[in-house]
RNA sequence: GGUCUGUUGGUGAAGCGGUUAACACAUUGCCCUCUCAAGGCAACAUUCAUGGGUUCAAAUCCCAUACAGAUCACCA
């Protein structure tokens, strides 16, 4: 029996040949340099940082060579598919403005080098699949699991390399006739591939980041196809599609490193051309004292639901990944602080090849300087936004008082240093909370540092808000006629008279507008107290000095 | 155990045979200041995992050791 009577025993009904997909996927016609790459996650699990970074990386290399950024769905592994990751991924995708330009969602194919679903392309691969059988480089295997399972037992105990490969390849040489024997008695199967490498055989492999790497031959038998739902392996559906998808660029995790060899010979028993590889370091994480791969169990900035959920802008989780993609992102990122993200000319070369610590105090920073120029109008429809999804309380209250709140937000902003209050939306509330008269119905405390004595505290806020408040003061008028009340009262109005001669007075200005700030607040840390009193105006002051008395004197 | 990769301060890192070992974040201190935030200025690795070697000269080249990580499934 020959190789082609049992490729057409076991694939009946595959009357295609890889030359017709050849064909119908012909190479792209693109510009010189042009790189077609994919985002090609499993859905196994929700989108977790390292996928967001292998996304970042493969977006801007797209873009930045008027190339192709496709997303493909290793769908494959169906029984560890978790419901609503791929919903998850076409969200979080969309959610960073990293938009492929081929895809299929929800019935809908964008492209012409779909499907995008591995399940849909099942006959592709019995096709290429078959092909392989047919050339004698494919075969099917009988092997069970108790039996596959007692090999790498002994290989482990004899300290032998652990694989099918060599004498272990038990069907490997076994007669057509025998197989087709098994196979009409409904015997289980999966498809191995059949290397013709030898391990002491070295050759050398070149990965974009991580240079030229020599490595050993591959000569295991690796299943190409699984018995049960007679899908691909990873392996062979890894060549299958980015050959026919004409993918030139491969931006994958460092654990794929190892299977290069495999996928070499793979490659090479097809003559297909191998695309380049970006093989990423693994984003770690410091746990105690030891440092360990990132967790999506344990830590939850893992998952890219965190992001969201504490409401950092896109655009700072997406320059915190370029930050830890190439070092040199900062630096044109501060000369460049409008261009968008994908023209910074990204070098796989200066990819860290060691692991990296996913930073959140860093990730706090970029932020606080992206959300610091937003202008508060922005600000506010965000913090609006991240509202309307995660906090209905908030959501309602900033509604209500919009002017109000970007009145607030716009204290100190839209200057050349403008303040670095807010890290992400959720950070907002926590310190914007007393613009709100509903919130004042909580147990208050007042945070008043040195001033003492609630009863001058009374006087202070009387006195300033009987005869010296006037709605359109300017800011300097409105400071002087703080310092004239201030040294009335006993306090210094010049800090440094006061620091010369402390003994002298009850206090100093700063004492002095803490007293009224908290009063009105109930912090003493707040942002200018001269903008907060204009978006309050005289009765809210008045409604804040009775909140006071009412928790001070009963 | 086999195969690969890596190791520069608290973190991310620059560095590519001769540098006071950049820069950013964090931390600390001072200044400025109505508080806060910001800003300004400082401090923070005598040393680049360790041990050898090559060299006039090594974080940079070579070798060994240690440690860390990845992988060795009909998972991706």
Redesign the pocket.
């Known amino acids: 029996m020959t190789n082609q009577e049992l490729a057409d025993l076991i694939f009946p009904n595959i009357t295609k040949t890889i030359l017709d997909y050849e064909e119908m996927y012909p190479k792209r016609d693109l510009k010189e340099g042009a790189k077609v790459v994919r985002f090609?996650?499993?859905p196994?699990g929700f989108m977790h940082i390292g996928n967001m970074m292998s996304a970042t990386i493969n977006y801007v290399l797209a873009k930045s060579s008027d190339g192709v950024f496709y997303l493909r769905n290793?769908d494959?592994?169906q029984s560890?598919s978790v419901d609503g990751a791929v919903e998850f991924i076409y969200h979080t995708l969309n959610h960073y403005g990293l938009n492929p330009d081929e895809y299929e969602f929800n019935g809908k194919v964008v492209g012409n080098y779909g499907p995008y679903i591995?399940s849909e392309r099942i006959e592709i691969y019995h096709t290429f699949i078959k092909h392989l059988i047919s050339i004698g480089r494919a075969y099917p295997?009988?092997?069970?699991?108790s039996e596959?399972d007692e090999i790498?037992e002994y290989q482990?105990k004899s300290?032998?390399?652990?694989?099918?490969y060599g004498r272990y390849a038990k069907f490997r040489d076994v007669s057509n006739e025998e197989k087709a024997e098994r196979i009409r008695n409904g015997e289980?199967?999966?498809i191995r591939f059949r290397s013709e490498g030898d391990?002491n055989q070295?050759f050398v492999f070149e990965d974009l980041t991580?240079?030229k790497?020599?490595?050993?031959l591959n000569d295991?038998d690796?299943?190409i196809?699984?018995?049960?739902n007679l899908?691909?392996?990873?392996?062979f559906?890894h060549v299958v599609d980015d050959h026919l998808m004409r993918t030139t660029h491969v931006v994958r995790?460092?654990?794929?490193?190892?299977?290069i060899?495999l996928h070499y010979e793979l490659f090479k028993s097809f003559g297909f051309k191998m695309p380049k590889y970006i093989h990423t370091?693994?984003i770690?994480k410091?746990d105690g004292d030891?440092?360990?791969?990132i967790s999506k169990r344990k830590d939850p900035e893992a998952l890219m639901f965190y992001y969201e959920e504490k409401g950092y802008p896109a655009l700072a989780v997406i320059d915190a990944v370029m930050?830890?993609a190439n070092?040199?992102f900062?630096?044109w990122r501060?000369n460049h602080s409008d261009a968008p993200f994908y023209e910074f000319p990204f070098s796989p070369k200066?990819m860290?090849?060691?692991?990296?610590?996913f930073?959140l105090?860093?990730l706090?920073?970029i932020s606080?300087n992206i959300i610091?120029k937003m202008k508060a109008k922005d600000v506010y429809q965000e913090y609006l936004d991240w509202a309307k999804e995660y906090d209905d309380h908030i959501y309602s209250l900033i509604s209500q008082y919009k002017e109000d709140t970007i009145a607030f937000l716009n204290i100190?902003r839209e200057v050349k240093?403008?303040?670095?209050?807010y890290e992400n939306y959720s950070s907002i509330f926590p310190k914007t909370w007393y613009l709100y008269d509903e919130e004042w119905d909580r147990d208050l405390v007042y945070d008043f540092?040195n001033i003492k004595g609630k009863e001058e505290i009374t006087s202070i806020m009387t006195e300033y808000l009987e005869h010296y408040y006037k709605e359109d003061d300017t800011?300097e008028e409105w400071?002087s006629k703080?310092k004239d009340l201030c040294s009335k009262m006993g306090y210094a109005a010049d800090?440094?008279e006061f620091k010369e001669n402390p003994g002298k007075f009850k206090g100093?200005?700063?004492d002095?507008?803490?007293a009224i700030?908290v009063v009105l607040t109930t912090?003493?840390?707040?942002?200018?107290?001269?903008d907060i009193m204009k978006i309050f105006g005289h009765d809210r002051m008045i409604k804040r000095l009775e909140k006071f008395e009412e928790k001070y004197f009963g």
Request: hydrophobic letters at 30%; aromatic letters at 8%; proline letters at 6%.
């Open positions: 090609a996650p499993s196994t290793e494959t592994d560890r591995q295997c009988f092997l069970t699991s596959l790498r482990s300290k032998k390399r652990i694989g099918i289980k199967f999966t391990f070295k991580k240079g790497i020599e490595m050993p295991i690796v299943p196809m699984k018995s049960e899908l691909p392996t990873y392996h559906a995790g460092e654990e794929w490193m190892s299977s060899p370091s693994l770690l410091k030891t440092i360990r791969k930050t830890i070092s040199n900062e630096e501060s200066k860290s090849s060691s692991g990296a610590l930073d105090d860093k706090d920073n606080k610091s100190e240093k403008p303040r670095k209050d540092k800011e400071f703080i800090m440094k100093n200005v700063a002095f507008t803490t700030r912090s003493s840390m707040t942002p200018n107290l001269y």
